[in-house]
């Protein structure tokens, strides 16, 4: 009994010792990027482009559409959604692939302000994870939807709603419909897969999942749901 204790211990004091040296490899990163340029400057930037586009610009379906495909518990927890992480875990160890990622809304703001490009995922991910409990630290959630919302890419060369709503839509955000709306919060999650200049069949079925989603969170009836064509997906080039 005492030498398993001791193997115990020893196992123990290695977990953490790993863990703190993982954690340390990650923040430096994060600390590195901020003396690159400050977080208030990237807001900046960001909220500085002729193309930004405030939340009370955008349809209220458009938003609910996004938060409920990309993190529906988004207005219920912090930076990092540990459900969501153990529950991304589970199915993909269930389904023996990686089918979900688990990043929340604020992880994937740190990710587009700051590591579009990181070829480290392992260290990006834990710098992401820094990075977003600062952002949460000093914004609050309607701020960084509407980050979100202005720096995540819907391919052909678009980022941001405003550049997806000229390119693909041929107008301005605020005046999508619930069937577009629905389709341009899909896309992102894998532009070069659901964008509807690619692969429209693809894109309409990205579109069903954001339509179930907003149904089983609430936002739309079933009957909603039932009612909207996607015929126009068929008409963009």
Not at 32 to 58: C, G, H, I
Not at 81 to 104: H, P
Not at 187 to 212: D, F, G
């Amino acid at each position: 009994m005492k030498i398993l204790k001791r193997i115990l211990i020893v196992l123990f004091v290695l977990i953490v010792v790993a863990g703190l040296g993982v954690g340390m490899y990650g923040y430096t990163f994060y600390e590195d990027k901020l003396d690159e340029q400050p977080l208030a400057d990237k807001v900046s930037d960001v909220r500085n482009d002729v193309d930004f586009v405030s939340l009370e610009d955008l349809p209220k379906d458009y938003v609910n559409a996004v938060v409920a495909v990309e993190d529906h518990r988004y207005y219920d927890h912090g930076a990092i959604d540990i459900i969501g992480l153990a529950r991304a875990m589970f199915t993909n160890i269930k389904n023996g692939e990686m089918q979900e990622g688990g990043s929340t809304i604020t992880q994937q703001v740190a990710k587009n302000l700051y590591f579009i490009g990181e070829n480290n995922v392992f260290r990006r991910k834990i710098a992401e994870m820094f990075m977003a409990i600062d952002i949460e630290n000093n914004y609050d959630k309607d701020d960084i939807l509407e980050f979100y919302i202005n720096t995540i890419y819907f391919g052909d060369g678009y980022y941001g709603i405003k550049e997806a709503c000229k390119g693909y839509l041929n107008k301005e955000p605020k005046d999508m419909t619930l069937a577009e709306s629905t389709m341009m919060a899909g896309v992102p999650n894998a532009p070069s897969v659901y964008a509807p200049t690619v692969n429209k069949e693809l894109c309409k079925q990205r579109q069903n999942k954001v339509i179930s989603s907003m149904v089983e969170y609430g936002y739309i009836t079933q009957e909603q749901a039932d009612s909207i064509d996607q015929s126009f997906i068929d008409l963009i080039n």
